[in-house]
Structures are given as structure tokens and as C-alpha cells.
């Protein structure tokens, strides 16, 4: 089946008005690597128009979950999930799906700045050459540009090696990239990690003026990050009782509910931890 085929069945409209406000509905059960489960009872909606954010200590599964919404982590041979994914109501793992789509639809976001070693422009311009764009592709670079808060740096040096940007640029260039192709969904796993927080506060007002148009999910370590973007906040927590570390969704909700008035004991306490 061609991949235009599949992305006319993902953008199926019966599914889309079944699935309401939610843009992905991931219903995790368990997430193998090998024989090790790295994450159990995972269930989250990304809400359109919304940002996400995934918090909870290092090893919880925040990025392996983020991964799995977009198929990103069929690229380790040995991940296998159990469960369902759906986007805009279609299941995102279903057996005619081709993860390429997916991922046209559910664009990502890296930690580390990861610009190819070439054009400023052509960076932007991959991903639409890769989809055989036919349009003008110079008029989608520039709104690209734009709709990153980047095109007034770069608009005169196009040309130069997107390596040869700062940090803070580069992760900019890299969200141009992802949005170039106008996914439905953004996933970032901690995009301002590596970035000093004048880059990082560009970064987060980058993602408040982004979700006017696109729904978020981001993972991040940073608390006052997460209360500052994020709408609704996922918290996870890493279960150690039988032996192993596996990860594991402890509360979903808004972001101020989840940090003022936590449901679960387990939030309470992380939240008091990483505050005092
Ligand atoms: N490619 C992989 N192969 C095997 N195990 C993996 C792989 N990626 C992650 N894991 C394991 O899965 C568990 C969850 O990892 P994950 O990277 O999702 O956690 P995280 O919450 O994002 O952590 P951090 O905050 O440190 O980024 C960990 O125990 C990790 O060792
Ligand atoms: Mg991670």
C-alpha cells in the first residue's frame, strides 16, 4: 500500500470525530526491551492544541513512552509494546500502518541539537524533498523559519552550514525541520537540556505561540519548565517491588492541579523532593 493511501486511512474522518479532543490516546500495558519491562500501565491522552509534559525521575520510561506514540522505537529491534496507540483514532500499530507516515504525522524533537551538515535551508527543505514536495518549497522554508522564531537570524546566510548556528539556533532549526512537513503532533524528549536558559526561555515561548497550531508532548526534567508550558502533566515514577525498575504512569491531570493538589502520595513526595 502507498504511503499517501495510508495517510488518507490516518486521516480518516469517522476516526478523527470518535476521537474528540485527543490527538493520541496511548493505552500503554507493558514495554519490552528484550525481556526487560521497562514500562507498565501506561495510559495518557495528548490533548490537540495542548501541551503535555512528561516528568518523573531518570529510567521512568518518559522517553521510551514518548517514543512509542510516534514508532520511533521500532528502530531498536528489540522493543516490543503491548497495548495500543492511537492517533486521531486510528491505531497507530495496526498492521497495514507504515511508521514512516506515523512519524510524517507525529514529528520529533531531539535532546540534543541535531542539525544535518548542510544548507540552513536544506535542512528545512529535507523533509519535503524526501516527500516528493511538488510546491514552493522556498515559501514553506520561510514559514518555517518563521513559525520557529528563527527566520530574522538566519534569513541572510541560508546558505551557511546549519552546524555553524548556536545551540540555541540549531534546536530552533531542528524544530523548522520537524515542522516543515506540518505534522499534527510535536514530540520533544527534553529539547533544552543542552541549552543556557536564554536559549531555554526561547525555546519554551517558541512552544506556547506552536501550539496554537500543533499539540505538544515534551519530557523534561526541569519543574518550573514543566509548570511554566505544560497544560496537563504526566507524572511517572519507577516501580522497584519486584526486582527490576520498571516504569509506570502515577498521575495524569493538569499541570496545576498536578503539582498544587497531587492525587497520589507518590507525586507528593517527588514534587517535595525536587522542591525543597
Ligand atoms: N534502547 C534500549 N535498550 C534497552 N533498554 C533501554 C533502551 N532505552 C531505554 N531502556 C531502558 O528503559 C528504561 C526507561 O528508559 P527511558 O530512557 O525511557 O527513561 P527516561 O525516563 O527517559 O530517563 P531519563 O530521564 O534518564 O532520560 C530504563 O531502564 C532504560 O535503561
Ligand atoms: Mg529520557
Redesign the pocket.
Known sequence: MSMEMEMNKLEATAAQQAAGDVAIGANIDKIY?GD?L?VRDAAVDIEKGKITGFI?P???????VLRSLNRMNDL?P?FRLEGHVHFLGQDVYGKNVDPVVVRRHIGMVFQQPNPFSMSIFENVAFGLRLNGFKGDISGRVEKALRRAALWNEVKDKLKQNGLSLSGGQQQRLCIARAIATEPTVLLMDEPCSALDPIATRQIEELMLQLKKDYTVAI?T?NMQQAIRVADKTAF?SVDMTQGG?T?FLVEVGDTKQVFENPKENLTKEYLSGEFS
Do not use: M, N
Open positions: 526491551y526487560f521497562a518523573g531518570s529510567g521512568c520510561g518518559k522517553s521510551t531498536i528489540i519530557v526534567h511517572f525498575r516504569g
